[in-house]
């Protein structure tokens, strides 16, 4: 990509790449929902100014430095396709920020909204949740958001890639709550400890395989395993559904996030009594199952 060098000041840089970002028709999947919005993001980011406020520093010049760091990478971003999580090495969740790299999906679940609530009402007293689950935890997102919502939970967070656990190991450590997250190597339920939940969550691979071979190319630098979930998306859940009341309490719940997949999953298990849960961003993107409502609905 092109950048010319008369470009001087943040204004100038932030239309610039907003036209460029718009020109070349990029996706915004990863935690923006436009060109300007993930401009500004990075912009800041790049220049270490507060992500929340940008009107002050619009007519600041830039460096040499500056404007060689913000054009190399933009130019990734442009030509390469590459998400900026993974430019930036950081992701953000409400105001919860993980580390991020190509070894993990970039989080954007909609179960991290309701865990924001505690998954009220579905769990009357997060108080008294003594155990949780993270199956496919990735980089630890979700099991971090567990641990804050449930504060008397112990949490155990599993993945198949040795590669997330060693990201989400950071950003158990970067919480301190290394004591309460314990990560296990398992393909799904496979090395979970026999024991029983009260909560278990999982936002596994979904995608469908004609939907694989349709995604925009900054999905291509996520990790497959993440994403790809069979013919119709539904290879995981089926394994899920399954397991989990081996592993949960007589009064557990599990949540599950099937993105925009529910007609798949309501195929796959036409008995199957789901709640569709509704957050601030979907209404039909994560179901909720009670242990006894498993079992019957198999």
Known sequence: MNVPAELE???????????????????????????YDEAIYLLLHTLHLPLDRVDPFLDAKLTHAERNELAA?????????????YLTREAWLGEFRFHVDERVLIPRSFIAELLADGLAPHVAEPGAVSSALDLCTGSGCLAVLLAHAFPAADIDAADLSSDALAVAQRNVSDYGLAGRINLIRSDLFDNVPEKSYDVIICNPPYVTTMAMEELPREYRHEPELAL????????AVRTILREAPRFLETEGVLVVEVGDNRIGAEAAFPRMPFLWLSTPSSTDSVFLLKREEIVAGR
């Open 9 to 35: 000041t943040l204004r100038d840089w932030l239309r610039f790449a907003v036209s460029r970002f718009t020109q070349a028709g990029l996706s915004f999947g990863h935690g923006f929902a436009n060109a």
């Open 228 to 235: 790809a979930g069979g013919d119709d998306g539904m290879d």
């Open 73 to 85: 990478l933009l130019t990734r971003r442009v030509d390469e396709r590459v998400p900026a999580a």
